[in-house]
């Protein structure tokens, strides 16, 4: 779809991705794992503490991940530390209540110039398909600590954490690859956050409208939004509004909006936006629409978008993303 606007109407055009940090966090080769099935996790871990060499590499291992195993690794001593499990879970179709809860490879000498990956295997159990399970992971040295353990709030960026615990999306088994019905609580933690969502306001009658938000991207993986559903229009494509002299021009994005690793991408008036075509009814002040935005890698994404005045030029109070 094309369609054209005048600029006083719109104001400039605006296009913002902000860069990743260039701060190298201990990250998972793969992000995304299949509930019920084995997953292989490859911990890279790409510097020392401060200058000092890894001696010790811990990683706690989450409620859920089951059937673990680590991977020997020569130059290290592997220690496996069992205790109970919180939660219930079966394995084989046998009720178990202890695992494996950390991992423990000591006396190796990774210097901080050094690059090592750390490898075990285990299944996330199936109730856990939707969510985001952090796996905390902290690097000993001679005389300091790096710890890699922050895990984000409900609600707040996972972006803005200094030392994130690596984050494993668990998809539905069922080979969609999309997770569907994450909980509320899960949706916050999850990698890909989407924040500040709004709408303004639609005249009575009119068949389309936009969708604002900021989408931030806490994995080490690049992924792309490509598209969304929601219950009050027919269908969302995702629009690029850019000035062609003096007359302001929309495209649609038809391969999708990349969301870079560890950064932003921000939908606004002016710029990037969603476009709910086909509405299905009017959208007033005050309400919540709710809906989800579909990512690659991420899957499908829940989101609410607050209805705000016609002509607002943004989010408004306490929404105001930055
Ligand atoms: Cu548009």
């Not at 201990?26 to 992000?31: F, I, R």
């Not at 680590?70 to 220690?79: N, S």
């Not at 389309?208 to 559903?229: K, M, Q, R, W």
Request: hydrophobic share 40%; charged share 20%.
């Amino acid at each position: 779809m094309i369609c054209f606007q005048t600029r006083g109407a719109l104001g400039a055009t605006a296009f913002l991705l902000l860069a990743a940090p260039a701060f190298a966090h201990a990250t998972l080769e793969t992000s995304e794992a299949r509930a019920g099935a084995s997953y292989k996790a490859v911990i890279r871990i790409p510097h020392g503490c401060d200058g000092q060499a890894t001696e010790v590499l811990t990683v706690s291992i989450p409620d859920g991940l089951l059937d673990v195993k680590p991977m020997p690794k020569p130059g290290w001593t592997l220690e496996i530390r069992t205790g109970a499990l919180s939660g219930s879970f079966t394995v084989a179709g046998k009720p178990v209540t202890e695992g494996v809860r950390e991992i423990v490879w000591r006396g190796g000498h990774l210097a901080d110039a050094h690059y090592d990956e750390f490898v075990f295997r285990g299944r996330f159990d199936a109730s856990l398909a939707g969510r985001a399970v952090p796996i905390p992971i902290v690097q000993t040295c001679a005389s300091a600590t790096v710890s890699w353990t922050d895990v984000a709030a409900p609600g707040q960026d996972p972006h803005a954490l200094a030392s994130p615990a690596p984050v494993v999306r668990i998809v539905s088994g069922e080979g969609s690859g999309h997770g569907h019905g994450a909980p509320a609580g899960a949706a916050a933690a999850a990698p890909i956050a989407v924040g500040g969502a709004w709408i303004p306001a639609t005249p009575a009658g009119a068949k389309v409208a936009g969708g604002y938000a900021v989408i931030a991207n806490a994995t080490p993986e690049a992924d792309t939004l490509t598209g969304g559903t929601f219950d009050v229009a027919g269908r969302v494509e995702i629009h690029e509004m850019s000035d062609a002299g003096g007359v302001m021009r929309m495209r649609e994005l038809a391969e999708g909006l990349p969301v870079p690793a560890g950064g932003k991408a921000e939908l606004k008036p002016g710029g990037l936006h969603l476009m709910l075509m086909d509405l299905k009814r009017q959208l007033k002040d005050g309400e919540t629409v709710r809906g989800t935005l579909r990512f690659r890698k991420a899957g499908d994404v829940p989101v609410e978008f607050r209805v705000r005045p016609l002509g607002s030029r943004d989010a408004g109070g306490g929404h105001h993303h930055h």
